[in-house]
């Protein structure tokens, strides 16, 4: 639920994302859903009965962050923040397009001779009893 999108990021979302990320603090946290629950693991009773997770749903983008590691919500919902801030500033940037490229020719050279000793070693493996 933490990691980014799989899809690219459509040029408009991508302008969100940037303008979200120039956003204050507050601000930022004004554009947030925040939802709170129970969070489970190690740390005792105090864990166990708070509703110390955090969850920011961030509406112009769609974004889903949590954060369960501490026993306090205030502290989870600054991690959740930087979260959401990594999550945004990597679906501002741009992908690098990428360019298809040709094997070099010392490459298919290398590939060809060591599948040329490879097949030599296995027509070999039943030579050796007769």
Known sequence: MNSPPTTPAFPAMRAQARRSLSLPFEALRGECD???FIASGPGGQHRNKTESGVRLFHRPTGLVVTATERRSQVQNR????????????????EP???RATRPT????????????????????RGNDFD
């Open 34 to 36: 925040e939802s709170f």
């Open 78 to 93: 600054g991690v959740a923040m930087e979260r959401l801030r990594e999550l945004l500033a990597e679906m501002g940037t």
């Open 105 to 124: 020719r010392g490459s298919k050279e290398r590939r060809l001779s060591d599948k040329r000793h490879r097949s030599n070693t296995r027509a070999q």
């Open 96 to 98: 690098k397009i990428r």
